[in-house]
């Protein structure tokens, strides 16, 4: 699975790279066939958000380490001039706690699944 990280660069800025998840081949939920599972994350929470049609904000921090999964809607995000575009399916590692963030701008109303750790 295929990711964009948020986070904060050396020199405090926030940047993006691609990055992925890895998987092993094991038995998830006996007695069913085994699957390719990730390694596990201990979570804080998980929230459901929506965005309505044209929300966009100049910048913002995250409030917290999180993942982000895009479940419906489209839209794009901006840190330190590089834009990316997003949509149903896209997941994120958004860690770019300290200012000045990343900004986001929604082209049709947006639901993620967010979850924070």
Known sequence: ????????????????????????????????????????VPAHAMVIIRFPRGWTDAAHPAPARQW???????????????????????????EDTAPPGHATTVHDEAVFAVVRF
């Open 1 to 40: 699975m295929h990711y964009t990280r948020i986070f904060n660069g050396d020199d405090g800025a926030s940047r993006m790279e691609s990055g992925s998840v890895s998987f092993t081949n094991e038995v998830f939920a006996p007695p069913a066939p085994p699957l390719d599972v990730s390694p596990p």
């Open 68 to 94: 982000m999964f895009v479940l419906s809607g489209h839209g794009e995000v901006t840190a330190s001039g590089e834009t990316r575009q997003w949509g149903p399916g896209d997941a994120f590692l958004v």
